[in-house]
């Protein structure tokens, strides 16, 4: 069944009048939802007491909100008294949702909204926004939300650069040239929307056009829409209604007047990340997986509340290191080693390997392209930490990679720690895996590679044991002429798991606490740190990976 939709550019501090004019046309339409495209409120520095009269009426439910609207955040900030309702209430005032400035939510008819707010930080190169309330983005913030890989409505400030390319529609204002970028254009491209609104003084509507093929032949189709603001004087377009069917697929014909897409395609490379202070919140939460099984479980939490989704706005970010195409990386919160454990080291080294895509496993991606070069940039970054830790440990380290990888689940990630070869080379952290499994009565390990993990029935866990090959053999080199990785031996175990199977989550942790003497470490909640000390980490491990960063020498 179609949802009808109707969009609203800036209302400027007219939401009075704009909500009493939405609840005529809901009246005789039935929209499923509207969404605020622009700016709801006057910009703080023009603002009255008639409009701070009006924001009391909002916030009180004095105004009413007809049906449930979302509002994107615009040019400029919001009322000092809005931000406090939100950080402890959680929305402006009945039926008013905050998409934030960097937002990827699905809604109750399934509809995929994905909002970039704000303008683009010229002052800011990378690195993600912290203020989820300042109008202000980076180029890493619109990176992020390509994550998401599709949406429905992409709700953008700033236009997509090169838009007009190509257009034979007539674009003339008096308002200068709309903020127009390439980050921007790039975040459409790879999020293929059915529908993308911006904001400008005039109207502007442009033809649709489609998109490059994906890799089951589907050629996907955006529409471009710029709303002008509301009860404008020249009377240009600021309210836009639609039906969106998801049920239906991509036009097999064209339609009229459709152009190629106008737009860059998704960059594969990207900028150096330098010091920053933004990246934090990345714990190994144990409520992040549900024992439910394959026939019973229930979708995933969406991305704007996964504690590993970048476009979550409650992300802290002073964590993150290293951003890829299709994956980042991250010093764990709470880690199981400290700067102590490895002498050669001075920093845990306990690392996560995260995809961008929100998905409980890599076989649950479901584009076979994505899930392909997810799991090739996971490995990757798997070999630029075992060239690092080669090099500075002079070899005496190998490292261990695990993962559990469950349907229920909510994002895949792998766990990263180096350890001592010599264990390695005596078979001790095999059999420190495989006897606490027989101790706990799980299946039996069993000694194969998986790759993406596409074959495998049941849910499983998997340890990926490496070790650098000795100096002196002869077939030993300091890398791997197809791969760059450092030459050595790994062995990959999996545990197979049912679906039922009650499973701990920390047993990888737990096996490693043990061989490693760090039983007092088993839980991360045990292993906090403070603010300076994560920050401290993370800076020493990004200085010791930047050689190895294959992110920054792409850039």
């Known amino acids: 069944m179609a949802s009808k939709i109707i969009v609203l550019g800036d209302v400027n501090g007219r939401f009075s009048a704009a909500f009493k004019k939405l609840a005529a046309l809901h009246a005789k339409n039935a929209f499923s939802l509207a969404i605020i495209a622009g700016n709801l409120f006057t910009n703080p520095i023009d603002t009255s007491s008639a409009h701070d009269e009006d924001i009391t009426a909002l916030l009180s439910g004095t105004i009413p909100v007809p049906l449930p609207t979302y509002l994107a955040l615009g040019s400029h900030s919001l009322p000092q008294r809005v931000i406090e309702k939100l950080d402890s209430g959680g929305e402006v005032c009945s039926n008013l949702y905050f998409l934030g400035k960097r937002t990827t939510i699905k809604t109750s008819e399934d509809i995929r909204i994905v909002a970039l707010g704000g303008t683009l930080d010229s002052n800011v190169t990378v690195g993600l926004s912290k203020d989820k309330y300042l109008p202000f983005y980076t180029q890493d913030d619109a990176k992020a939300l390509g994550g998401a890989h599709s949406a429905d409505i992409l709700i953008t400030n700033d236009w997509p650069s090169s838009i007009r390319v190509g257009s034979k529609v007539g674009f003339t204002t008096d308002h200068g040239e709309p903020a127009s970028q390439e980050c921007v254009a790039t975040l459409c491209s790879t999020l293929k929307p059915r529908y993308h609104f911006s904001t400008f003084e005039t109207f502007y509507e442009r033809e649709p056009f489609f998109h490059s093929e994906d890799a089951s032949g589907d050629r996907r189709i955006t529409r471009f829409i710029s709303l002008a603001p509301y009860n404008n004087p020249g009377k240009q377009k600021s309210l836009y209604a639609f039906s969106l069917d998801l049920s239906t697929s991509n036009p097999v014909t064209l339609p009229p007047g459709t152009t190629a897409s106008p737009l860059s395609r998704p960059s594969k490379k990207r900028a150096a990340l330098p010091d920053q202070e933004t990246y934090s919140r990345f714990s190994q939460h144990n409520n992040h997986h549900h024992r439910q099984s394959k026939r019973q479980r229930q979708p995933p939490p969406s991305p704007s509340e996964c504690f590993f989704c970048l476009s979550n706005q409650n992300l802290a970010t002073h964590l993150l290191t290293s951003i890829a195409t299709?994956?980042?990386?991250?010093?764990?919160?709470?880690?199981?080693?400290?700067?102590?454990?490895?002498?050669?080291?001075?920093?845990?080294?306990?690392?996560?390997?995260?995809?961008?895509?929100?998905?409980?496993?890599?076989?649950?991606?479901?584009?076979?392209?994505?899930?392909?070069?997810?799991?090739?940039?996971?490995?990757?970054?798997?070999?630029?930490?075992?060239?690092?830790?080669?090099?500075?440990?002079?070899?005496?380290?190998?490292?261990?990679?695990?993962?559990?990888?469950?349907?229920?689940?909510?994002?895949?990630?792998?766990?990263?720690?180096?350890?001592?070869?010599?264990?390695?080379?005596?078979?001790?952290?095999?059999?420190a895996f495989k006897v606490e499994a027989e101790n706990e009565k799980y299946p039996r390990f069993q000694a194969r590679d998986i790759g993406e993990g596409t074959g495998e029935e049941n849910d499983f866990f998997r340890v990926m044991i490496w070790s650098p090959s000795e100096e002196q053999s002869s077939e030993a080199s300091n890398a791997d002429a197809s791969t760059g990785a450092p030459a050595g031996r790994e062995k990959s175990l999996i545990l197979p798991l049912s679906s039922n199977f009650r499973f701990d989550l920390q047993f990888g942790r737990r096996v490693l606490a043990k061989l490693l003497g760090l039983e007092s470490r088993l839980s991360w909640k045990d292993c906090s740190q403070s603010h300076e000390e994560e920050v401290a980490d993370a800076e020493a491990f990004k200085k010791a990976f930047k050689e190895y960063d294959f992110s920054l020498v792409e850039g």
């Open 326 to 431: 299709d994956t980042y990386l991250t010093t764990a919160k709470g880690p199981l080693s400290t700067s102590d454990t490895f002498p050669q080291l001075d920093f845990p080294a306990h690392i996560l390997i995260i995809p961008l895509a929100h998905s409980p496993t890599l076989e649950a991606i479901t584009e076979p392209a994505v899930r392909a070069s997810t799991y090739k940039e996971m490995q990757r970054y798997r070999q630029a930490l075992h060239s690092m830790i080669t090099t500075i440990a002079q070899r005496d380290l190998g490292a261990i990679t695990w993962e559990v990888a469950r349907a229920g689940g909510i994002h895949i990630h792998w766990q990263f720690l180096p350890i001592s070869v010599d264990l390695i080379r005596k078979g001790l952290v095999e059999a």
